[in-house]
């Protein structure tokens, strides 16, 4: 709870702190606790864009609960900053998977993988279409400039 205040109030660097100390301290077997805690660590590096920390904190966090699609949307978004656009595929795909168009979050997986496939000369304009049709209207302008 000490990381999340910390992190609402944009201190990154104290809730790094606060996280690592809760993932350091709760029992091997709660994996989905720490796995929320691996999750915020991620998000907090990912704020003071340390994307190459993020993924690996999702990574861990994925690790822990394999079907968390949040994490693998956000792990895929960091992969987008380095681009790593492959690597991001993979990921939003999988947060497709596990979210089964259940939340915002397989609206901005399908946008994220459209830019992603546009990216490496891919078609991505279906994902973009579907996208913007489910809700996502932040994808417009690539569809618009790449999608005739």
Known sequence: NEGKMQSEAGNRQ???KLYTKAIDNYPPEDTF???EAYFNRALNKRYLDDYKGAIADYTLSIKLR???YKAYNNRGFA???IDDYTGAIADFTATIKYDNYNTEFTN???G???IAKLSLGQDGCPDLKKAIELGNKSVGKFCNEYCK
């Open 14 to 16: 104290e809730a790094i």
């Open 33 to 35: 606790t720490k796995s």
């Open 66 to 68: 394999p079907d968390y």
């Open 79 to 81: 992969k987008l900053q």
């Open 108 to 110: 901005m997986a399908l």
């Open 112 to 114: 994220n993988r459209g």
